[in-house]
């Protein structure tokens, strides 16, 4: 065999091994991508009956808070609005809303109301009485009575899965105390399943744990879902592929799942086109082995044979003329072939990409903005026209030259530092400046970010500056609009007060004038009035400081212990433990805690011996908690005590101690037990806290 034959057959036998491979790796794929493709459209269906699902949670719960947040509907629960029944509850609600229950229960887990209906016959029946006692048994561990947004779940009957949807009875402004409970119901039925079909497009069904457990071929997958898969896609013949995911809000034991089934369509369109492609690749296979073999036995070998032939030739008949042939022409002239489109390809990205920076710097020039590039020798590498006209000169006399030529010290120097810091850090900076141009001193908004190059080295800055002149003029305005109505507010109260000092003054002397009973405890009554206006205009001036200067960290046990210090009482110990706590607050937050020791001092009645300020972590912030050991406060007048005017005193403190907390987002509860002492806990959310001795923050 000689080796021409050896070669050509080697080569015939390599394209084979090599087109084999290439159809086996491309099924491969092929099976796997049309797979994979199908197992989205099947998880994209799940999640479509998923969300149909949730969207009729959502209505339901709407329509469940629509009917408690209502004050007819408190009345009847209270037994004073029976006609409720009639108005609300007909054939046509229960169609309107797709609910096949009505529940009403009072605050002692009573059964004020019950009604039922068959939406499939259109008629009334009863509810079961185990699907009312498994309700009733929600509304404490549910908390129901304290919910402001109510409940929503899906309970395991023995008749299949139900949806339960939950509110506290209360007034039409959503205000307490509830009255009861209103809930809900909506069976898993056929007629719903239907609808929920229809609306994904696709059969949905709700299947049993123990029916899937019986098929040994969903075990594995089912223990995938629980193993934190949200779907798994079994395709259960050639003609159908199915989807199963655990029902959700379904209370426990669990033991439904949502199956989606659909047809195998992109799988037989899939297996359709691996044949086409597999009988395609054969075909092209076998031409392009015929036409490889050809070409090189024909270009090459035969080439190769003609110069050996001529060599013989020139061997064996020295005379001869013949020469071989050149075997380097052809090779070099396609070779030339084969890269000119490769330049042309070039010629053409290089004015894609012309194109492209004209487009970047069409948007640069037409910016009402300073946009500049500084590079790290303190050089303009460029900026736009609109910069250039502010500072008064061309952009050919800007480019190129250092930036410190532009603006005298201080300001150049400022700058400089500025892009310093950019250049060491690697992080953009937001600065805002006071800027001198030829048209004026300028209030700026610069960002400064670093610009990077391919070894990952910075090579400058791009800054972008903005004009808020009329921002800071307005900032300024209001702030001395602000000022003069504090300083008319405080003439006004001190001109008050001195005239409330003649008054108290004259009542006085009222009494050395009179010795009539009624005459003194009418003057007995208007020093009172008179001590209840010292004190509101006590508190507009406290209201008035508060917002009035910025926020700043405050060291909690500082501020505590500088505010306690005009509340003196020896009986009572006072114990601080907020070691390193800071929190960003208005400054007059030491009043919230002067308000709550007084307070504590003032009603926690004659066993109050301990008041303790600690702190504790929240899974959203930290927690601040003031707890006595006084009587405490009234489960009804929890929440009234903030309010204003509310208390035996001034009726301001914890009113104004909560507007003061809510400036930076903090908020204000009473949570303790009447008779056991009070506690009020002040949250703080993440981002207003730091321990500065641990170096700890949120």
């Known amino acids: 065999m000689n080796l021409r034959t050896k070669l050509l057959l080697g080569i015939g036998i390599a394209l084979i091994a090599t087109f084999a491979m290439v159809a086996a790796f491309s099924v491969i794929a092929m099976e796997e991508s049309y797979r994979t493709i199908e197992e989205k459209e099947v998880i ?46 007909g054939n046509d609600f229960f169609e ?31 509810i ?13 561990p549910s908390a129901i009575l304290e919910s402001e947004e109510g409940t929503y779940t899906i309970l395991d009957t023995t008749s299949g899965p139900v949806i339960v949807s939950s509110h506290p009875i209360l007034t039409d402004a959503f205000e307490g105390p509830a009255g009861g ?14 609808e929920l079909s229809a609306r994904a497009g696709n059969t949905i069904d709700i299947v049993k744990t123990p029916r899937l457990n019986s098929d040994r071929t969903l075990t594995t997958p089912i223990t995938g879902i629980l193993q934190g898969r949200p779907v798994v896609v079994i395709a259960e013949s050639p003609d159908t592929v199915t989807g199963y995911t655990p029902l959700e809000d379904l209370q426990a034991p669990g033991n439904y799942y949502i199956k989606v089934s659909e047809p195998r369509t992109i799988h037989r369109s899939g297996q359709a086109t691996i044949v086409t492609f597999i009988l395609g690749l054969a075909g092209a296979g076998v031409f392009i082995i015929v036409f490889v073999l050809l070409f090189i036995d024909r270009i090459v070998l035969s080439r190769l044979n003609t110069i050996i032939d001529t060599v013989r030739k020139k061997r064996d008949l020295p005379d001869s003329n013949g020469t071989p042939d050149d075997p380097g022409t052809d ?76 603006f005298p010290d201080p300001e150049s120097e400022r700058q400089n530092n500025n892009i310093k810091k950019v250049i060491a850090s690697g992080q953009p900076l937001k600065i805002e400046s006071n800027l001198p141009l030829p048209s004026g001193e300028r209030w700026n908004d610069t960002l400064l970010v670093p610009l990077w190059d391919k070894n990952n080295a910075i090579t400058g800055v791009l800054g972008i500056t903005r004009d808020i002149t009329q921002r800071k003029r307005a900032e300024e305005a209001l702030y001395q609009a ?168 001034t009726g301001f403190g914890l009113f104004l101690s909560r507007e003061i907390l809510g400036i930076t987002g903090m908020t204000i509860r009473e949570t303790g037990t ?25």
């Not at 809303?97 to 009863?126: A, D, P």
């Not at 898993?188 to 399943?193: E, M, N, P, T």
């Not at 903005?369 to 020798?377: A, C, E, H, Q, S």
């Open 44 to 89: 994209t269906t799940v999640q479509r009956a998923q969300s149909s699902l949730n969207t009729d949670q959502r209505n339901l719960r709407s329509v469940t808070r629509d009917y408690a947040a209502w004050t007819e509907t408190l009345l009847f629960a209270q037994g004073q609005n029976p006609d409720w029944i009639g108005t609300n509850t």
């Open 96 to 126: 309107r809303f797709s609910i096949q229950g009505v529940l009403v229960f009072n605050t002692t887990k009573e059964l004020v109301f019950s009604k039922g209906y068959n939406s499939s016959l259109h008629v009334n029946e009863e």
């Open 128 to 140: 079961p009485e185990s699907l009312i006692t498994e309700i009733r048994d929600l509304i404490d």
């Open 181 to 194: 409970s209103l809930h809900y119901i909506r069976w898993f039925d056929d007629r719903y399943l239907d």
């Open 331 to 406: 090779e070099l002239a396609l070779l030339a072939h084969e890269i000119d489109p490769v330049f042309e390809r070039l010629a053409e990205s290089r004015v894609q990409l012309q194109q492209s920076e004209e487009r970047y710097r069409t948007l640069a020039e037409s910016a009402q903005d300073f946009i500049y590039i500084i590079d790290t020798n303190d050089r303009v590498t460029y900026l736009n026209s609109y910069a250039a006209a502010a500072v008064g000169k061309s952009q050919e006399e800007i480019i190129g030259k250092p930036r410190s030529t532009l």
């Open 482 to 649: 602000n000022k003069k109505l504090n300083i008319l507010s405080g003439i006004t109260r001190h001109d008050i007060l001195n005239q409330l000092t003649a008054l108290r003054t004259y009542l006085e002397l009222s009494l050395d004038y009179t010795k009539d009973p009624a005459m003194t405890d009418f003057i007995a009554k208007e020093k009172g009035i008179a001590e209840i206006i010292d004190q509101q205009i006590s508190f507009t001036r406290d209201y008035q400081k508060m917002g009035l200067n910025a926020p700043a960290w405050q060291n909690v046990n500082a501020i505590v212990s500088w505010a306690i210090q005009p509340i003196t009482d020896l009986n009572v110990t006072i114990i601080i433990d907020c070691p390193g706590l800071e929190v960003f607050a208005d400054p007059m937050f030491e009043k919230v805690f002067y308000n709550l020791v007084d307070n504590a001092i003032r009603y926690g009645g004659e066993h109050l011996t301990r008041i303790t300020i600690s702190t504790n972590r929240a899974p959203d912030g930290l927690i601040i908690t003031v707890v006595d050991n006084g009587g405490g406060v009234p489960v009804e007048t929890k929440e009234p005590i903030f309010e204003r005017g509310f208390g035996q005193n």
């Open 674 to 698: 009447f008779g056991s002492g009070a506690r009020f806990e002040i949250h703080i959310p993440k981002g207003s806290f730091r321990f500065s001795d641990t170096g700890e923050s949120d």
